[in-house]
């Protein structure tokens, strides 16, 4: 972002690295980056530098450096839900045999900080570590659905309304309208609105105060199941995104109260 300066600058320049997913070629980043040649290359060597990439000299490529897996390690472990989350995706997978997502919002797109694989695995585009649209997808609309009005405003100024399948939703009003249904029912469903043959139900992982802190899906294939078999599991996944924001609360996101102390609860 322009107010941010050279760190804004440079951090967008490792966005355009991570987002090949592969070692990549100078030549490559310059076909799509904003900045001039010789801008972009001195950032590149300040960020390799400083171990934030890496280079090949061999391959002559550029790829994330081992003090970004450090720092990401650190944040994954800290700053994300998954460390506290897991035994309780891993318990709500084996019980339903389908996949289960645990995602944050992250600048108004979903991050999946976490993915636990079903007995039957489904191949599909979220994988812990990737973002993906919040308009399309349950967990995104989950968590969406309960944001104050600013921050939601915020949200949905930032998305793309790309439509990927001819169910998703590819508008502001329409997006709206479904957010406040699922304000009244309390969980969102992705129909094949982001990936065709694939179905979800979400529910937003929330603080006793509001305090969004993720949300967390059971995804399955309408080629072995139905909305109706999905939506069974729903009081589980409400269990369990309620048991999260238990353990987060009691351990890593307490409450603050008026008076500056931090509520703190067992956690269940």
């Not at 949200?155 to 699922?182: G, P």
């Not at 139900?201 to 949300?215: D, N």
Request: charged share 25%.
């Amino acid at each position: 972002m322009a107010g941010d300066g050279t760190i804004g600058k440079a951090c967008d320049v490792l966005d355009q690295v991570a987002a090949f997913q592969r070692p990549v070629r100078f030549a490559e980043l310059l076909e799509s980056s904003r900045f001039p040649k010789a801008t972009l290359y001195r950032f590149l060597q300040s960020l390799t530098n400083q171990g934030m990439l890496s280079y090949d000299p061999d391959r002559q490529t550029y790829a994330p450096g081992l003090r970004l897996v450090r720092l990401a390690h650190a944040a994954w472990t800290q700053s994300s839900l998954a460390p506290i989350a897991r035994p309780f995706l891993d318990t709500l997978s084996g019980e339903t045999g389908e996949t289960v997502h645990l995602a944050q919002l992250d600048s108004g797109q979903v991050l999946y900080v976490d993915k636990r694989n079903a007995a039957q695995p489904v191949e599909m585009y979220s994988q812990a570590g990737k973002v993906g649209p919040a308009y399309c997808t349950g967990v995104g609309k989950a968590m969406m659905a309960f944001l104050d009005e600013a921050e939601l405003n915020k949200v949905i100024s930032q998305q793309s309304f790309h439509r990927f399948t001819e169910k998703t939703l590819a508008s502001e009003a329409a997006l709206r309208s479904d957010l406040e249904l699922i304000r009244s029912r309390g969980y969102a469903l992705d129909d094949e609105e982001h990936e065709t043959g694939i179905i979800c139900v979400a529910c937003p992982i929330r603080t006793p105060g509001g305090r969004m802190l993720g949300a967390v899906s059971v995804t399955g294939s309408t080629e072995r199941m139905n909305f109706d078999q999905l939506e069974a599991w729903i009081p589980r996944v409400r269990r369990v995104a309620e048991q999260i924001a238990a353990e987060a609360q009691a351990w890593r996101f307490p409450e603050t109260r008026p008076d500056g102390q931090k509520d703190r609860i067992q956690a269940t």
